[in-house]
């Protein structure tokens, strides 16, 4: 497609259990970034990959949230041992460049609730 | 570290009307990107505008309008003769220079209400 896409759109995970939240970026993207809104809130910076590489992970919360781009297209973020405070909508966003001055393209987002 | 801050949480106005949302920024690179993004209902953040650091003139594109001024580290932006498909949150968001990374650094959000 023409646009980052996003799957799945809503998740219900019982907490405790992992999830696996996939990003297909647009295609030739160098930049790939996640975000994550808690309700009502901005998105907040999570994690960043240029090309395969993991260049910026600051944002991660915790040890039990990982990402993965291994062949420099697809990424996928998994969070292990969910808690209610996870519940947010996790956004994907990709950009063209490798410096700041591009602007990012975003998908819809997969909301995740926890219960 | 940088921050982003939108201090106007709803504005609400009758369509037609202009609406300005406010941005005050704080960063310490010299070099820096400002954007303003669209999030509809539907969730996606659509990309508005950008804007560079070293370039103040503020420009007028269709019905979007944006005030950059670095003296007061504002980046407000108008949506002139407003329609009720510009109901949204819009985002204010900051990139600092090569040094600080690509992570875009967002505001609070605005949700602008526009009723027929």
């Known amino acids: 497609g023409a646009g980052v896409s996003q799957s799945p759109r809503y998740k219900v995970a019982k907490r405790g259990q992992d999830v696996a939240l996939r990003c297909d970026p647009i295609?030739?993207?160098?930049?790939l970034f996640w975000y994550q809104q808690a309700l009502g809130q901005g998105p907040e910076f999570l994690t960043y990959?240029?090309?395969?590489?993991?260049?910026?992970k600051s944002g991660l919360p915790s040890d039990r949230f990982f990402a993965e781009r291994p062949e420099g297209s697809v990424s996928t973020l998994k969070i292990q041992r969910t808690q209610q405070e996870d519940s947010a909508v996790y956004l994907c966003?990709?950009?063209?460049?490798?410096?700041?001055?591009?602007?990012?393209?975003f998908g819809q987002g997969t909301r995740l609730t926890v219960v | 570290a940088q921050k982003v801050t939108q201090a106007q949480t709803e504005i609400s106005v009758v369509e037609k009307e202009d609406v300005t949302l406010d941005c005050v920024y704080e960063?310490?690179?010299?070099?820096?990107?400002l954007f303003w993004y669209k999030q509809p209902p539907s969730g996606e953040l659509v990309f508005l505008i950008r804007?560079?650091?070293?370039?103040?003139q503020n420009e007028i594109s269709g019905r979007y309008s944006w005030n950059f001024q670095k003296s007061t580290s504002s980046f407000n932006f108008t949506i002139t003769a407003s329609q009720v498909v510009d109901s949204a949150v819009y985002f204010c968001?900051?990139?600092?220079?090569?040094?600080?990374?690509?992570?875009?650094?967002f505001g609070g959000g605005t949700r602008v209400l526009v009723k027929p």
């Open positions: 295609s030739g993207h160098v930049s």
């Open positions: 990959f240029q090309n395969e590489a993991q260049l910026d």
């Open positions: 804007r560079n650091s070293f370039d103040e």
């Open positions: 968001a900051l990139r600092g220079g090569l040094a600080a990374g690509n992570k875009l650094t």
């Open positions: 966003a990709s950009s063209q460049g490798q410096t700041g001055i591009t602007e990012a393209f």
């Open positions: 960063t310490r690179d010299t070099t820096y990107y």
